[in-house]
């Protein structure tokens, strides 16, 4: 069976009832430190976000579950890097990027809090942030206290964009066509 972005946004939207459970899923590997770089989870939850537009889907929903999943995965990363310290940085696929874990604990040591918010946004600083935050001795309080509100806004952005580009599309669909 091959993979395909097209193949997961249209099971999603022919199993409705699925929806939550897959987005919970992306948002918690897209969090989840090692694992984010492997699933092309936030392009996903952008075609999914698409389908709101098309009425297959209630926001509402897919919204809590991105928002609950990306806690989840970028706590459990967190705690990893926090209990294991920086001995993570010889697992795969940190010990691969040396220069990204640089520039992640760079980003702790200047932005501090702010950074784990930013993290939630940028795709290639994702995959070590909350790790790196853990092993940077971040106080848990002061993670949570950013984390909780980035992976809510993130969670909110990520599948809107498809759900406000689907819209796009289908308004300049219609204008062209007339139907």
């Known amino acids: 069976m091959e993979f395909s972005f097209a193949s997961v946004v249209e099971f999603v939207g022919a199993n409705r009832a699925w929806a939550p459970a897959i987005v919970f899923l992306l948002a918690f590997a897209e969090t989840l430190a090692f694992l984010s770089i492997l699933v092309p989870s936030t392009a996903l939850m952008v075609g999914i976000g698409a389908l709101v537009a098309t009425g297959a889907l209630d926001f509402a929903p897919l919204f809590v579950a991105a928002a609950a999943g990306a806690l989840l995965g970028s706590t ?9 310290g920086p001995a993570v940085t010889g697992f795969w696929p940190l010990n691969r990027d040396p220069a990204l874990v640089r ?3 760079a980003a702790f040591a200047r932005w501090g809090a702010a950074a784990v918010i930013v993290s939630h946004f940028v795709g290639p600083l994702r995959s070590v942030a909350f790790v790196t935050a853990g ?7 002061v993670f949570q206290l950013a984390n909780v509100p980035g992976a809510i806004a ?15 599309l289908g308004a300049l669909w219609r ?4 139907l």
């Open 76 to 84: 459990v990363s967190y705690w990893v890097g926090r209990v294991y």
């Open 103 to 105: 520039r992640g604990t």
């Open 135 to 141: 092993f940077s001795r971040m106080r848990a309080s």
């Open 175 to 178: 204008a062209v066509t007339g």
């Open 154 to 168: 993130w969670a909110f952005v990520i599948p809107k964009s498809g759900e406000l580009g689907g819209e796009g």
